[in-house]
């Protein structure tokens, strides 16, 4: 999933890694941190429990324009960028890179 910290700001920090979920999907896990769905966010779907940050999850786009806004380098997690570019851009050639743009 593409996970982007916005900590106040229409941009920040994101990745893509894997998310778990609940078994009502409203709770979503991810390094160790809970995330709640909200509705009627300002360009964020999730507060980050413990600290109240707003974050934006979502799945990844086949065409690696993930972001609500201009496109930027977005760091892999190890443990899923094999199938990031296999399965999800369907560009098994750029397996060893470790940012999407």
Request: aromatic share 14%; proline share 3%.
């Amino acid at each position: 999933m593409y996970i982007e910290r916005k900590g106040g700001a229409l941009t920040g920090e994101a990745r893509i890694g894997i998310v778990t979920f609940s078994q009502t999907g409203r709770t979503f896990y991810y390094a160790n941190k809970a995330f709640i769905k909200v509705k009627g966010g300002y360009k964020y779907n999730c507060i980050e429990v413990e600290a109240g940050e707003a974050y934006w999850i979502s799945g990844c786009k086949k065409n690696g324009c993930d972001s609500l806004y201009k496109p930027k380098p977005v760091f892999i997690d190890e443990d899923c960028r094999a199938d990031y570019w296999t399965t999800i851009r369907q560009q098994p050639q750029l397996v060893d890179l470790k940012f999407s743009n």
